[in-house]
Nanobody, 122 residues
Framework: VQLQAYGGGLVQVGGSLRLSCAASGRTFSNYGMGWFRQAPGKGREFVATINRSGGITIHAAPVKGRFTISRDNAKNTVYLQMNSLKPEDTAVYYC????????????????WGQGTQVTVSS
């Protein structure tokens, strides 16, 4: 499956962004989806994951209550709504697809998008 992430940009502290990740090539609803991020000099960090149907989500502690993952299987797209953004949210954000569901481990994901930069200025 091919993944294309977009929607990143420059935003001020406290602002909002919505990331989108469009999938093509295979049946989107067969895959659990995840969002990860990587800041300069750091490893890839789990952000959020959603199961195949979209009924169950898990969010990492640093973003819980501020970010929301969702998906629209009819549009083959997964979203990450990011509110109350902080400077520490600055990173490249990646979407990923995997056969396993609700996994926090990036090694369990089989397909990755190219990443979209999110920069939060103070």
């Amino acid at each position: 499956v091919q993944l294309q992430a977009y929607g990143g940009g420059l935003v001020q502290v406290g602002g909002s962004l919505r990331l989108s990740c469009a999938a093509s090539g295979r049946t989107f609803s067969n895959y659990g989806m995840g969002w990860f991020r990587q800041a300069p000099g750091k490893g890839r960090e789990f952000v959020a994951t959603i199961n195949r149907s979209g009924g169950i989500t898990i969010h990492a502690a640093p973003v819980k209550g501020r970010f929301t993952i969702s998906r629209d299987n009819a549009k083959n797209t997964v979203y990450l709504q990011m509110n109350s953004l902080k400077p520490e949210d600055t990173a490249v954000y990646y979407c990923a697809a995997g056969v396993s569901e609700l996994d926090r481990n990036p090694a369990e994901y089989d397909y990755w998008g190219q990443g979209t930069q999110v920069t939060v200025s103070s």
